[in-house]
């Protein structure tokens, strides 16, 4: 069974950081390319990052580019997000997702999100 | 960035409806529509990929059409556990966009 596990998530004053992670388990995560996408509350999806198989290719959105990066670990099956400068409008769920090889642009497995919540 | 449009934000239908959504892209996106169901509380899930395909597992009355700008996604009979706020999502362009959502509620 193909299982997303995201943590990490917590309440950070604006300009703190925060790293997410994202425990694979069930698929051979090292063939696998990887996004995070967030869920403001109450508000819709946004894609936030990229990154391939071998993260050769990582992508970006605008609004988190230059202050967050994502990054693996292919021994350890874990995706993770480094994120710095947060900001209110950070606060969200972070759903880690699997991008099936049949489509690098779908999300076919979502853990079950993360919160962040960026205040004073 | 392509915007992605759905319609109606909210609908409303009864056990046993046929119901549809509209999904309109502000340029041609090809095929690379995604269709994702999330339910309260949960993680999006993936039921339709690439316009018309049905992901595996995925039951049969769910179905989804169209391509270049205009999409449809469609229930053919409304159940009591299809209630679910609906998103398209495109992968034609970076970055990948999602529609607002399509909220359903049985009446």
């Known amino acids: 069974e193909v299982l997303l596990v995201e943590s990490g998530g917590a309440l950070v004053q604006p300009g703190g950081s925060l790293r997410l992670s994202c425990a694979a388990s069930?698929?051979?995560?090292?063939?696998?390319?990887m996004n995070w996408v967030r869920q403001a509350p109450g508000k819709g999806l946004e894609w936030l990052s990229y990154t391939s198989d071998s993260t050769t290719i990582v992508y970006y959105a605008d609004s988190v580019k230059g202050r967050f990066t994502i990054s693996r670990d292919n021994a350890k099956n874990s995706l993770y997000l480094q994120m710095n400068s947060l900001r209110d409008e950070d606060t969200a769920v972070y759903y880690c997702a699997r991008s099936p090889r049949y489509s690098s642009g779908s999300f076919d497995y979502w853990g079950q999100g993360t919160l962040v919540t960026v205040s004073s | 960035d392509i915007q992605m449009t759905q319609s109606p934000s909210s609908l409303s239908a009864s056990v046993g409806d046929r119901v549809t959504i509209t999904c309109q892209a502000s340029q041609d996106i090809s095929k690379y529509l995604n269709w994702y169901q999330q339910k309260p509380g949960k993680a999006p899930k993936l039921l339709i990929y690439?316009?018309?395909n049905l992901e595996t597992g995925v039951p049969s009355k769910f179905s989804g059409s169209g391509s270049g700008t205009d999409f449809i996604f469609t229930i053919s009979s409304l159940q009591p556990e299809d209630v679910a706020t609906y998103y398209c999502q495109q992968y034609d362009n970076l970055p990948y966009t999602f529609g607002q959502g399509t909220k359903l509620h049985i009446k």
């Open positions: 690439d316009a018309s």
């Open positions: 069930g698929f051979t995560f090292s063939s696998y390319s």
